[in-house]
């Protein structure tokens, strides 16, 4: 009979077991453990290869501190910046997020807290510290060590030199102050004249004032709260004295997906068109907005981009919009890039998911945001700037020793399109806070722009009206997918029109803008609840409704998602187009796919399907795809168990897609519930140190 290697491995394999025996043996043990992990999906090849690279650097290196190496690259792609050795003795399953979903824990294998059950933090980090692979933090003589020991936090030596960066420089930015305009409450007045809302503070005004005293500020709030007309107000603001003195800033605007800066060109045209101004200070603010891959000049097949410390962008002011996508390498990369004198301004709702890559970095410097932790000094200033009392705002006082960066962060804190009447908001803030019951509450007797839909079974026919017709309150209500196919065939040019006429791309921009009337988004990728399973759904319900022709991989009116940037089509992760039939220039029908201009610009392109390759259908996507983006009505898919995906912040994100309407689909009652009580935990060491 052959022995699996689960017969060769101790029986439990505990931490007394890589204590105990010769350390060339443990490691092979572990080793061959670590291949099982893999074979399960509980780690990811890539994390083994790591391990692999560190046993070749040092052959026979402790096991021990080979386990770390492993868990400390398994939480990179969890989207944690480093391995917290405490916490991950305390709640090892939940620091590692293992097992994964629908993973039965069956048969002799071992999990990371079983190995774990017997090992004391003190011990595991003396193990560490003592390898040749482990740097103390930037130790002399010690950088070309991969993995570094802080405190209790281990790293991959690339992802301690981002968190490093970051800290280092935003410190420094912090502590250079910058001298605000003589008349700076006057123009505030100017800008502001249309006032707060009678006994609330005006933190727009405030986070104006803020953002004018260093080179650094943060602007962070929900939807609807005016983030992003408080900055075009902000850029106006430093504008202005400086086209006085003829000396114009050079303003640069960027978002993290071509969607999210078209979204903001859009919306920051409308605002600089109602500024209080001068017509030659309005003409000073830009209005269109790069991605910030293409802002920095990616370079393709590299992680290298042409704007560096050595080549810095030419500008002054920089903003940031949707900063909560952004992940700690390219932060990092974004502020190595900049000037030294230069602004930089980051807008974004810290209360969304945070990007997908390692580094929660808008939520890191968020962290006092909603207690505020304003020192004396800055409260009296502001009071001073902005002509209002705080006494009742209900902010905790801080020091600006200990939290510098809280004296530059303001949220704005009410929201004018989900007001109090607006269920959206309110079941949104209800998920924020935690407050399951009260959410459920909500869901139960809805407002008109919120609906529950709870399946009897996953072939409930609800579902697919729902899909097909949206909540069937007729042409004006919440629509379904429908909407979108009967604008292709109802606006389509007359026959015979030329190819070339611009009526073409008028139509096709209709029907982009028509399919964002509706969208599902899931939490999950695989099973009937997720983006696989639900797009083969939406395809099937759509083709047995005669609308739409899937019986080849391309037909008019399949959308589809960019999966990955290709910077030789100009597209970039996270684009969506929709394949149309248009004419050639010798008339014959000729199918193309048009995708919304994604570089701050306005109009249409379209690209051969044949030239498509990393793309993928859009019926359904995930949470973390819809960032960045809105649509009208917008129904959010849980999937019927819980998984480890599934926290208040992709809850609240789901539900903060919606303008105008949102539905809740469930095929388990109890899963909502289940999530909005769990929240993400990211782990970094970011601005967490006093100064």
């Known amino acids: 009979m052959s022995r699996t290697l689960d017969d060769l491995l101790p029986t439990p394999l505990r931490a007394e077991h890589l204590l105990a025996l010769a350390p060339q043996r443990n490691s092979t043990d572990l080793l061959q ?10 780690l990811r090849a890539l994390d083994r290869a790591f391990v692999s690279f560190l046993e070749e650097r040092a052959p026979g290196s402790d096991p021990l501190l080979l386990l770390a190496a492993a868990l400390a690259s398994h939480q990179l792609g969890h989207g944690h910046v480093c391995l917290d050795l405490q916490q991950t003795l305390a709640e090892p399953d939940f620091a590692l997020s293992l097992p994964p979903e629908g993973d039965a824990l069956t048969g002799p294998l071992l999990l990371p807290s079983q190995l774990l059950a017997d090992l004391d933090l003190r011990t595991w980090l003396q193990r560490i510290a003592a390898s040749t692979l482990v740097a103390d933090g930037d130790a002399p003589g010690q950088q070309a060590r991969p993995l570094v020991l802080s405190g209790q936090r281990l790293y991959l030596r690339r992802y301690w030199s981002y968190e490093r960066q970051i800290d280092q420089t935003l410190r420094l930015r912090l502590s250079q102050s910058e001298a605000a305009p003589a008349d700076l409450p006057a123009r505030l007045a100017q800008l502001f004249d249309d006032g707060a809302l009678p006994g609330q503070v005006d933190w727009q005004k405030l986070a104006c004032a803020l953002a004018t005293r260093a080179g650094f500020s943060i602007i962070t709030g929900g939807p609807g709260t005016g983030k992003t007309t408080t900055v075009v107000r902000l850029l106006a603001l430093l504008q202005a004295p400086a086209v006085e003195q003829g000396r114009p800033l050079r303003i640069r605007l960027a978002a993290p997906t071509g969607k999210a800066a078209a979204r903001l060109t859009e919306s920051i045209g409308q605002q600089v068109e109602r500024l209080q101004v001068t017509a030659q200070v309005r003409g000073h603010i830009p209005t269109d907005v790069s991605t910030v891959h293409r802002l920095l000049g990616s370079r393709p097949g590299s992680r290298h981009f042409r704007h560096h410390a050595g080549n810095p962008l030419p500008l002054d002011v920089l903003v940031v919009d949707e900063a909560s996508m952004i992940d700690l390498e390219m932060m990092a990369n974004l502020l190595q890039a900049l000037p030294p004198k230069a602004r ?58 200990r939290n510098p960066l809280a004296q530059q962060v303001v949220m704005l804190r009410f929201s004018r399109r989900f007001g109090e009447g607006s269920g959206i908001g309110q079941l949104a803030r209800l998920v924020n806070r935690q407050q399951a019951q009260a959410a459920r509450d909500v869901l139960s007797m809805p407002p008109a722009d919120v609906f529950g839909l709870a399946l009897r079974n996953e072939q409930d026919k609800a579902l697919d009206r729902l899909i097909l017709d949206g909540l069937d309150r007729g042409s004006e209500g919440p629509q379904g997918y429908r ?7 109802r606006h389509r040019p007359a026959p015979g029109t030329a190819f070339d006429d611009p009526r073409w791309e008028q139509w096709a921009a209709n029907v982009l803008h028509s399919f964002e009337d509706f969208q599902l988004l899931c939490a999950v990728r695989k099973g009937p609840w997720g983006v696989e399973g639900l797009n083969d759904r939406v395809a099937r319900v759509l083709h047995n409704a005669g609308l739409i022709d899937n019986q080849q991989l391309w037909y008019e009116g399949r959308p589809v998602l960019v999966t990955r940037n290709d910077y030789g089509l100009g597209l970039m992760n996270g684009d969506i187009g ?13 199918l193309r796919v048009a995708f919304p201009r994604n570089d701050g610009g306005t109009g249409v392109r379209f690209v051969l399907p044949s030239r498509l390759n990393e793309v993928e259908t859009v019926y359904a996507m995930t949470v973390h795809k819809s960032q960045g983006s809105e649509f009208s009505h917008t129904a959010l898919v ?12 992709l809850v609240y994100t789901g539900i903060t897609r919606a303008k105008h309407c949102f539905s809740l689909v469930e095929p388990r009652q109890g899963v909502f519930e289940e999530a909005v009580l769990r929240k993400v935990r990211r782990i970094s060491g970011l601005m967490l140190e006093q100064v």
Do not use: F, H, M
């Open 33 to 42: 453990l670590l291949d099982r992990w893999v074979e399960r999906g509980w």
């Open 344 to 401: 930089l301004i980051l807008l974004g709702d810290k209360d969304q998911l945070a990007s997908v890559e390692a580094g929660a970095v808008l939520g890191d410097l968020c962290r006092d945001a909603e207690e505020g932790r304003y020192s004396p000094a800055t409260q009296a200033w502001l009071e001073q700037i902005g002509g209002q009392s705080l006494a009742a705002s209900g902010l905790e006082q801080g020091d600006a020793q």
């Open 483 to 489: 909407s979108y196919l009967r604008t292709i065939g």
């Open 578 to 590: 929709i394949a149309l039939r248009l004419p050639d220039e010798q008339g014959q029908a000729l």
């Open 638 to 649: 849980l999937p019927d168990a819980l998984n480890p995906v599934l926290t208040k912040e």
